[in-house]
């Protein structure tokens, strides 16, 4: 497998974890590239040694961290949050747009937790969430949007499901919405990185998604977009010293910064953040075409080398529905006892929605493709042991 005229062993190189591992789980927590890595335990080792005294160095990489968020979501910096994950881009939204009493809002039951509790938290304001079943099939951008009426605020969709990898069309739900007089939220996780995404062609109002998956950051450093003209709408949240113009803390005045980092009220997951910039740089390296052009063959010789010993693979989409998570199943096997197979193998995938789930990445070559196989056919000549 090699993707249009790039050696994908670069990237390999930059993944100290390809050494040990067969990782297929970067839909739940993806390994750190050595550039993050590195930033980190070189940001560690100066606050030990010198404190704040280096502090402007790290907060400009910051910014870099920023610009990199923006450029890759085809937004300017000054919509762009760095925050700590998903949930709090999604919550920003939820507690910050002004309800009124009757409105609802448009969502999926099988989204992931922090794409539904947020909203159903406004129960108690008089907002009615709607959330849509798919047990008869993936809905479509018209059946979503058909859930909609004239008191539809919002439509919030994951970009990818987590469970199965459906990719949902963004451009035409987006058209959709908007006819509809409502906003749309996109929970970005599980696409942003690896497939391409921009906000000027494809109008979408707000996004979240943490770093520690696709973009192959740590946890607790992640992304909030909100459209610049939205961001007077929105009722700032977790105001602080850091969400004002300016730096004197002696002189109150609530003049929130015009930009998106108005969210960023308080002391920032500097390392966090730092580390999640310095893999936004190896990813934009490649470009997101080429990224979701390569994931998506690595997924699909998953899908089908599984397929050929027996696996069952569930609910997959195909063309650009497909992306880099795939749910299966090991006729007469376990989830969790299939697992413990491929962990002992040196194997790493999840399980999800009963069912085991993978999710390759860009790095990942036909040798672990090889051993994941082979971890699946020992564990259907085991069965349950």
Known sequence: MTGPSVNWSTFRRQMPI???????????????????????????????????????????????TRRLAAELLGASDQEIALVRNTTEGINFVAEGLPWRDGDNIVTLA?????????????????????????????????????????????VSVSWVGYADGWRQDLDELATLVHARGAYLFVDAIQGLGVFPLDVRRT??????????????????????????????????????????????????????????????GGTANTGGQLALGASLEVLAAFGTTRLGQRVLEVADECAARLAKIGAQVVGRGTGERRSGIIGFELPGVEPLHARKICLEQGIVVSCRAGRLRISPHAYNDSQDIDRLVRACQAALSAGNG
Not at 239 to 248: E, K, L, Y
């Open 203 to 264: 109008p979408v109002d707000f996004l979240a998604a943490d770093g520690h998956k696709w973009l192959l950051g740590p946890e607790g450093a992640g992304i909030f977009y909100v459209r610049s003209e939205l961001l007077e709408v929105l009722r700032p949240l977790g105001v602080g010293w850091n969400s004002v113009r300016s730096g004197d803390f002696a002189r109150i005045a609530l003049d929130l910064k015009p930009s998106a980092a108005r969210y960023e």
């Open 18 to 64: 390809a050494g040990r591992w067969a990782y297929f789980d970067h839909a739940a927590v993806a390994p750190l590239s050595e550039p993050a890595r590195t930033v980190l335990a070189a940001w560690a080792d100066d606050v030990a040694s010198n404190g704040d005294v280096y502090w402007p160095r790290w907060a400009a990489q910051v910014e870099r």
């Open 110 to 154: 099988d989204e992931f937790p922090s794409n539904q509790y947020p909203w159903m938290n406004l129960a108690d304001r008089g907002v009615e969430t709607r959330r849509l079943s798919q047990e008869r099939g993936h809905l479509s951008p018209r059946e979503i949007a058909a859930a909609c009426d004239a008191r539809t605020r919002l």
